[in-house]
T-cell receptor
Framework: DTGVSQDPRHKITKRGQNVTFRCDPISEHNRLYWYRQTLGQGPEFLTYFQNEAQLEKSRLLSDRFSAERPKGSFSTLEIQRTEQGDSAMYLC??????????????FGEGSWLTVV | AQSVTQPDIHITVSEGASLELRCNYS??????LFWYVQSPGQGLQLLLK??????LVQGIKGFEAEFKRSQSSFNLRKPSVHWSDAAEYFC?????????????FGTGTRLTIIP
């Protein structure tokens, strides 16, 4: 169990540029989540995948945001035309549904985005 | 809509002293309840969770939490803190019977430990 890994850990980009974050979940986990955390706040739910299907999206996920999980394994979160308000830590997490509801979510260490 | 309130933004305690972090929630039914810890620049680690049954739940690192339905609270406690407990603590709720797929977090309580 290597844990949830995220790449890159830190990204500084100019306003208007596109950025992409990658998340590799724990290998046997079929559920994958993206959260966003701004300074001084708790994480906020963005979206959730079960295998390759994106089952829920928060209204926080504007049209500039897109998340994919093409083969039900790793996931990418892309932000187009970044704005300064996108500066945050983007957390990925994964879990397994094989034990029924309430399985533990394991979080990665996050990807910090700074838009200048 | 569900919400989580952590009224204490920052708490300072002496090493070896007891600790209680407060959490209140607003939800239509009894949700699933969680406490997470986050060290600076790191992701979140689950300390403990409550789904049903015994209202006093034990977690990792010597933490426990008590669910009080009448007060809509889920306070976190530790009898004797260690310097390594310094971190940010988040209370979270999840939809009952849906598990923890979509958690709502509080704004966190930052814990400082003094020698």
């Amino acid at each position: 169990d290597t844990g949830v890994s995220q790449d890159p850990r830190h990204k500084i980009t100019k306003r208007g540029q596109n950025v992409t974050f990658r998340c590799d979940p724990i290998s046997e986990h079929n559920r994958l989540y993206w959260y966003r955390q701004t300074l001084g706040q708790g994480p906020e739910f963005l979206t959730y995948f079960q295998n390759e299907a994106q089952l829920e999206k928060s209204r926080l996920l504007s049209d500039r945001f897109s998340a994919e999980r093409p083969k039900g394994s790793f996931s990418t979160l892309e932000i187009q035309r970044t704005e300064q308000g996108d500066s945050a830590m983007y957390l990925c997490a994964s879990s397994s549904d094989r034990g029924g509801s309430g399985n533990t979510i394991y979080f990665g260490e996050g990807s910090w985005l700074t838009v200048v | 809509a569900q919400s989580v309130t952590q009224p204490d933004i920052h708490i300072t305690v002496s090493e070896g002293a007891s600790l209680e972090l407060r959490c209140n929630y607003s939800y239509g039914a009894t949700p699933y309840l969680f406490w997470y810890v986050q060290s600076p620049g790191q992701g979140l680690q689950l300390l403990l969770k409550y789904f049903s049954g015994d209202t006093l739940v034990q977690g990792i690192k010597g933490f426990e939490a008590e669910f009080k339905r009448s007060q809509s609270s889920f306070n976190l406690r530790k009898p004797s803190v260690h310097w390594s407990d310094a971190a940010e603590y988040f209370c979270a709720v999840g939809p009952p019977n849906f598990g923890n797929e979509k958690l709502t977090f509080g704004t966190g309580t930052r814990l400082t430990i003094i020698p």
